[in-house]
């Protein structure tokens, strides 16, 4: 990314700004910043929306950015950006989710009484698992072959449910932080308690990085690709 100045950064989007600097999405969760459903906002309009100093913000993008790494993803080609998302996300939310419901389970029991409790919680990660492995598996069966065969504009059909499926995963994830606290444990929480707050964390961060990926990465190469005039088409005399 050709950068002369932090100010640069603040009319760039969210998604583009975590797709070409390394270490912006860490960035963004700290500040709370939606980088992938609300990928296509401007950071000087999402730090707006959240009262942040969006200057503050871009310096540090800015400061990271000026070392000159690049993403290992952005340059991916998609066979192989599709594998990276079937190892690190796909495979990581399988493994990971039944923990999380097992230990929110525990919690609801045995603290039930305490202040803080997060009641209802088990059922909402069994209910997002449920639809996320609904949700992968589209991926995994519909979508990621055809892009990988080159089945041409029919995979914006596809494509253009799973943005909407990612709409209601982003959903899922603020009801999360909505029954925890913003994933807080409340002073004096047992270890089990915490553990599972840490892995609620670390689940928010994987699935918006993973949405992010799909979402600013995946599906934008793809979109592009085919929303441009192909070189051979004929006018078939309306344009005139």
């Known amino acids: 990314m050709s950068l002369e100045t ?16 390394p270490g912006a ?17 401007s950071l000087r309009r ?37 594998d990276f998302i079937l190892e690190n996300f796909h495979q990581v939310h399988r493994a990971e989710l039944p923990e999380l419901v097992r230990l929110a389970t525990k919690v ?9 409790c997060p009641h209802g919680l088990s059922d909402h990660l069994l209910h997002m698992a449920q639809e996320l492995e609904m949700h992968m598996q589209k991926e995994e069966q519909i979508l990621f072959p055809m892009i990988k065969r080159g089945t041409g ?3 914006l059909g596809p494509i253009s449910v799973m943005r909407h499926e990612h709409d209601d995963h ?7 932080e909505r029954l925890t606290n913003n994933m807080q444990p409340p002073l004096g929480a ?3 308690w915490r553990a599972l707050y840490l892995g609620l964390q670390k689940l928010r961060n994987d699935l918006m990085e993973h949405i992010h990926l799909e979402n600013n990465l995946l599906f934008i190469k793809q979109e592009e690709q085919f929303s441009k ?3 051979n088409s004929t006018c078939c005399g309306t344009c005139s």
């Open 6 to 21: 932090a100010h640069d950064l603040l009319n760039r989007s969210l998604g583009q700004l975590a797709r070409k600097i």
């Open 25 to 41: 999405t860490a960035i963004f969760h700290r500040q709370g910043l939606d980088f992938c459903c609300g990928g296509n906002k």
């Open 46 to 82: 999402a730090a707006e929306e959240k009262n942040l100093d969006s200057d503050i913000i871009a310096n540090a993008l800015f400061s990271i950015a000026s070392k000159g790494d690049v993403a290992a993803t952005e340059d991916m080609p998609l066979p192989l950006l599709i």
């Open 108 to 116: 609801e029991r045995v603290h039930i009484d305490k202040p803080g």
């Open 153 to 155: 504009s029919m995979v």
């Open 170 to 176: 982003d959903m899922a994830l603020r009801e999360l």
């Open 190 to 192: 047992c270890n089990t």
């Open 229 to 231: 005039p192909q070189p």
